[in-house]
Each structure stands twice: as structure tokens, then as C-alpha cells.
T-cell receptor
Framework: DAGVIQSPRHEVTEMGQEVTLRCKPISGHNSLFWYRQTMMRGLELLIYFNNNVPIDDSGMPEDRFSAKMPNASFSTLKIQPSEPRDSAVYFC????????????FGAGSRLTVL | AQKVTQAQTEISVVEKEDVTLDCVYETRDTTYYLFWYKQPPSGELVFLIRRNSFDEQNEISGRYSWNFQKSTSSFNFTITASQVVDSAVYFCALPIRNTDKLIFGTGTRLQVFP
């Protein structure tokens, strides 16, 4: 199994630019999560999907952030326009739906907004 | 509200020392799961263990052991004879009741010096 695949691994952009982060979950996992990690706030859950449907986006910081899951094997997290305070590591994770199941994380996308 | 507290921000030890990482949680659930994850310098979050609240027996896996005490709401993690490769940030996590969300503690950074 290839695990959860995220791209790009590193992204450096200028303030105001659009950023799109991508995630391919593990095949057979029907829940997908986007987390953000910063020194100040630790690991924060931004949004999660069950069976491609967004269930809870209460962690999405502002309207500049949006996430989609058009099918079971692909999700995107978009920031438009980006700001320096969005600089963080963004993790995608997947699992079979159930709070008891193990969440498998991708390697993360490190975003730097100048 | 459910909460995970890792009071130790950073711990430094010398190789071969034993070290215990503390995790205290709050939940109103009568049954629940607890998790530990490791984040090595490479940045990925790696699953270590999942424990069901029904099972209070200590668990040992090689040099790693976990002590779960429901009476004190603690789920501590001990590394015996620490090695430099154990250097990482360790996170304790708890699912939020009636949701699929997993909340993480703030993490404990462990540095093992040769």
C-alpha cells in the first residue's frame, strides 16, 4: 500500500497567490481529514469528509480556505488568496470511518507564504 | 469537553536512560479509545498504539510500554533504554464523542543525546 500521498511536499508562494494542496487517501478508506500544524496552535483539524461528503468544516479558519473531495481517491485544500499567517504544514489523513480506527497520515505539505 | 493535556513540552535525556511521557485526558464517555503518535524529524505522523478504555492492562512493545490508568485519566508512555532514534515529538490523541474527530495534545518533544 502506498499510504496517503500528498503533493506538493513543499510550496513557497507570495502573499495573494492561490495555493492548492492535494491528497490521495489510502484505497478503501472512506474518511479523509485535513489538519494544519503550526508551532503556535499545534495540530488543528480543519475539515473532514466521510464518503466524499464534507461533515465538519468548523476548523476552516476563513472563507479563504476551501476543500473538496470530488471522488474517493482525491481531495484538495485550496487557499485563495494566501497570507503569510497561512504558513504551516498541512497534513492529510485517512481511515475507515469510525472514531476507533487508526488515522494514517500523509507526509505533509509545508507551505511558506512570503 | 474532551481534552488531552501533555504538560511536558520538552524532555532531554542521554541515551540508555528511561523516559516517561505523560498524557492526561478528559472525557465524559464511558468507553473510548486513546492513541499515541510519533512525529520524527522527517515530519510524518506515525501511529504507535491504540488502547480501548476497557483494557487497563499495561502494554509492552519492545522498548515501548504504555500505562493506562482510568482512575487518574492518564495514558503514559515509557521508553526504556532510550536511543537517539527515539528523538521525536510524541502526541497523545482522543476521539471526540459522537464524532469522527481526533483531537491531539500539544505534544512532547523528546531529545535523546548520545
Amino acid at each position: 500500500d502506498a499510504g496517503v500521498i500528498q503533493s506538493p511536499r513543499h510550496e513557497v508562494t507570495e502573499m495573494g497567490q492561490e495555493v492548492t494542496l492535494r491528497c490521495k487517501p489510502i484505497s478503501g478508506h472512506n474518511s479523509l481529514f485535513w489538519y494544519r500544524q503550526t508551532m503556535m496552535r499545534g495540530l488543528e483539524l480543519l475539515i473532514y469528509f466521510n464518503n466524499n461528503v464534507p461533515i465538519d468544516d468548523s476548523g476552516m479558519p476563513e472563507d479563504r480556505f476551501s476543500a473538496k473531495m470530488p471522488n474517493a481517491s482525491f481531495s484538495t485544500l485550496k487557499i485563495q488568496p494566501s497570507e503569510p499567517r497561512d504558513s504551516a504544514v498541512y497534513f492529510c489523513a485517512s481511515r475507515v470511518t469510525s472514531g476507533a480506527n487508526v488515522l494514517t497520515f500523509g507526509a505533509g505539505s509545508r507551505l511558506t507564504v512570503l | 469537553a474532551q481534552k488531552v493535556t501533555q504538560a511536558q513540552t520538552e524532555i532531554s535525556v542521554v541515551e540508555k536512560e528511561d523516559v516517561t511521557l505523560d498524557c492526561v485526558y478528559e472525557t465524559r464517555d464511558t468507553t473510548y479509545y486513546l492513541f499515541w503518535y510519533k512525529q520524527p524529524p522527517s515530519g510524518e505522523l506515525v501511529f504507535l498504539i491504540r488502547r480501548n478504555s476497557f483494557d487497563e492492562q499495561n502494554e509492552i512493545s519492545g522498548r515501548y510500554s504504555w500505562n493506562f490508568q482510568k482512575s487518574t485519566s492518564s495514558f503514559n508512555f515509557t521508553i526504556t533504554a532510550s536511543q537517539v532514534v527515539d528523538s521525536a515529538v510524541y502526541f497523545c490523541a482522543l476521539p471526540i464523542r459522537n464524532t469522527d474527530k481526533l483531537i491531539f495534545g500539544t505534544g512532547t518533544r523528546l531529545q535523546v543525546f548520545p
